[in-house]
């Protein structure tokens, strides 16, 4: 079976939620299905760690699709072609973009549809892409893959999918994810804090996941209990906008603050196993990866109750409505001085995480693609 793969994510150094997601998977089922030949599609130049077996033959397929005009044009003229030539027998995308006019079996992989909720966090053409396209990429597919059961129910009401065509396959975390000892948080702290306990945020400066809020309700906390807590924000400095940038300007704690921006995943694993809980109060997420890294290391959470975030989190977080900055200075002030309910909490994380796995994700996905091979 020749199976086709849409890898135009796999950037080396620049791995986001759903690049972990193609990464992870496909490196085990290629290495677990050497009888299949893979073919990794690319839109630049690749990085040899992503020719994850003999099997897998890699094709630099130009333009590099970083536009919507660029998306349109890769997708509906350049990928049929190659798929065409190469006679594949399936077509896997873990990033949602289809092609159209394909007349093979094909599985997608939708994470969530954001967009859909909150178009206005996109500019004008990407906007408008989403809008027209990933309707008719969600009817188009043989099978939508999804990472959460709010995805799920989500897709299939706002797109009239129907229920049957969409599975779940639930995201894992990195395996360098794991509690540290005393002495090792001692060490991470007084290297980005100078010591002090902290709360971290894991994401990217970007309306969706509420830095903004976040940074208020930080604020408000430190203004009602004087602690010495400290906020490490861990994303790409890129997504600052100028709004989130007025807002810390006018931090009364704003010295408080920290931002380190992109760190990968062998250093971001001390940050998160060293703080005193994670922060993410996003309005939106599909899953929220940065819940369950935080699980593995046994940090608990000061969290959004809306979307897909209580199926992720279960007991391991206190919750915040994302849109109070007083309910997310109330979240943290619990988090920072109800000890009781912290340890329950940490307690609560061997449970929670057990019910997620790169394993287990990579295993579904894999079922998925085999029950719409051709006969």
Sequence with gaps: MIIAVNTRLLLPRKLDGIGWFTYQTLKRITQSHPEHQFIFLFDRPFDSQFVFHSNVMPLVVPPP?????????????RLPRVLRRYKADVFL???GFLPLSLNIPTVTVIHDINFHHRPLDLP???????????PKFALKATCIATVSEYSKNDIVSSYGIQPSKVKVVYNGAHECYKPLSTEEKAVVRMKYTGGSEYFVFVGSLHPRKNVDGLLKGFDRFKSLTSSTFKLVIVGEKFFLNSHLEKTYREMKFMDDVFFTGRKEPEELSQIVGAAWALAFVPHF?????????????????????????????????????????????NGLSSMAFNLELR????????VQRSKFSWDTTASKLWNLIESIFPE
Excluded at 126 to 131: E, F, N, Q, T
Excluded at 297 to 316: F, K, L, Q, R, Y
Excluded at 343 to 350: A, G, M, T, V
């Design 65 to 77: 699709a970083r536009h919507p005009v660029l998306w349109y044009l890769w997708l509906e003229w």
């Design 93 to 95: 995308s873990p990033d």
């Design 124 to 134: 004008f053409t990407s906007r408008l892409y989403y809008k027209t396209f990933f």
């Design 285 to 329: 997420e599909g899953f929220g990866i940065p819940l369950l890294e935080a699980m593995q290391c046994n940090v608990p959470s000061v969290a959004s109750n809306v979307t897909s975030i209580p199926e992720v989190a279960g007991d391991t977080a206190v919750y915040a409505d994302p849109s109070d900055v007083n309910s997310i200075a």
């Design 343 to 350: 340890e329950k909490l940490i307690q609560n994380c061997s």
